[in-house]
């Protein structure tokens, strides 16, 4: 079965984040880390506020969210419809596990 992960974003000047003058490192290496995941079978999902809002509405997981916490929630990242992760995006020390956990190694060291 395909895994796939949706990622909400907040409002942005452009799909990933990484456009203008201040660049985001944490954005640079999650949009690498999305693109890796594409290449290996993931099914990803990407959505921002500022330019798919129909996107946040249609998913009432996020829309209840968006409801009780306001745009503080963003981003949102669900795997296989569960949230994974609210309000930020995986640290540095996180994205190892993130990596084994989709590719299928749980099990394996960092």
Do not use: H
Request: glycine letters at 10%; charged letters at 20%; one cysteine or more.
């Amino acid at each position: 079965m395909m895994k796939t992960i949706q990622v909400y974003d907040p409002p942005m000047c452009c799909s990933t984040g990484i456009c203008g003058t201040e660049i985001d490192p944490d954005l640079v290496n999650f949009a690498a880390m999305l693109a890796q995941f594409g290449t290996q079978g993931i099914k990803v999902e990407r959505y921002n506020l500022g330019q798919q809002p129909m996107a946040f509405v249609q998913n009432a997981a996020v829309k209840a969210l968006l409801d009780t916490e306001g745009v503080e929630v963003l981003p949102l990242i669900f795997w296989d419809g569960a949230v994974q992760l609210k309000g930020r995006y995986p640290t540095k020390d996180e994205r190892p596990a993130w990596f084994r956990a989709a590719l299928g190694n749980e099990g394996a060291a960092s």
